[in-house]
């Protein structure tokens, strides 16, 4: 008799999932501490992650694609799980400090309750191409780093420094006594990111993907700023607002890119 009870599967911490994700990983200052590939599974990227394994000396066992689904929690593994310790998380300040010793005005993404892991994901990875330092995201009414995140981030999450604070309000505060200028997103407001100079220090508010920006965080942005937008749609999807205001900072910094 067929099984109609929905998939209770969930992503598990500690967990890398995915090809690329492990790849990543493998090329970190943390790679992992075990390697699964599916048993027979002896083609393309998976030769490089073998290789890659046995330079570094990590263990790699083959499994059957059901252990490897029970593993990873998740059924889009690609055939290859990694244990590896749970993400590391850094404080604000070392962000900073990153910032710092790469002698450049720190530019940090604050996440504000994103809860859908592809969008935190795909955050992460334009923040990575784009040059942020790090990103913020709240303990408790956020997403954490699950092997889906990582996932969607094609494993940029492994070189991206990431914060996890109580109170994300608070935490824009003291940016903002550390020398930050905190630009939040809001359809209705007048100056738009194009008439905003990036330049300097700058922190990039990123809001829930179906309310935005809370009240209190809203309140604490130096300055709200709308995206141009020409169409019958009033709002983007939160990773690709945040990938428009990424690039403008890096535009107006002049990076090579």
């Not at 200052?29 to 990227?45: D, N, Q």
């Not at 990036?198 to 935005?212: A, D, L, T, Y």
Request: aromatic share 4%; with cysteine; proline share 5%.
């Amino acid at each position: 008799m067929k099984d109609n009870r929905k998939d209770k599967s969930q992503p598990k911490e500690g967990i890398i999932a995915g090809r690329n994700p492990v790849l990543e990983a493998l090329k970190s200052k943390t790679p992992p501490e075990k390697i699964f590939v599916a048993k027979g599974e002896k083609e393309g990227s998976i030769v490089r992650i073998i290789s890659l394994a046995r330079e570094l000396k990590i263990p790699i066992s083959e499994a059957d694609r059901v252990k490897l689904d029970f593993m990873a929690g998740i059924p889009t593994h690609q055939g290859v799980v990694a244990y590896t310790s749970q993400k590391s998380y850094v404080s604000v300040e070392e962000i900073l400090e990153y910032a710092e010793l790469k002698g450049e005005p720190p530019f940090i993404i604050i996440a504000d309750e994103i809860n859908d892991p592809h969008n935190l994901g795909a955050i992460i990875r334009t923040a990575e191409a784009s040059g942020v330092h790090g990103i913020i995201i709240s303990k408790n009414r956020s997403v954490s780093v699950t092997p889906a995140v990582v996932k969607a981030s094609a494993g940029a999450v492994m070189h991206m420094r990431m914060a996890k604070v109580s109170n994300i309000a608070d935490t824009i505060v003291r940016l903002k006594k550390l020398g930050l200028w905190i630009y939040g997103t809001d359809a209705s407001a007048t100056q738009d990111i194009y008439s905003t100079d990036f330049k300097g220090p700058v922190g990039i508010v990123i809001g829930n993907e179906g309310s935005g920006i809370s009240r209190l965080v809203k309140e604490r942005c130096d300055f709200l700023l709308s995206i141009p937008m020409k169409g019958k749609i009033s709002s983007l999807n939160a990773s690709v607002a945040a990938g428009i205001m990424m690039y403008e900072v890096l535009r107006q910094r002049n990076l090579n890119i």
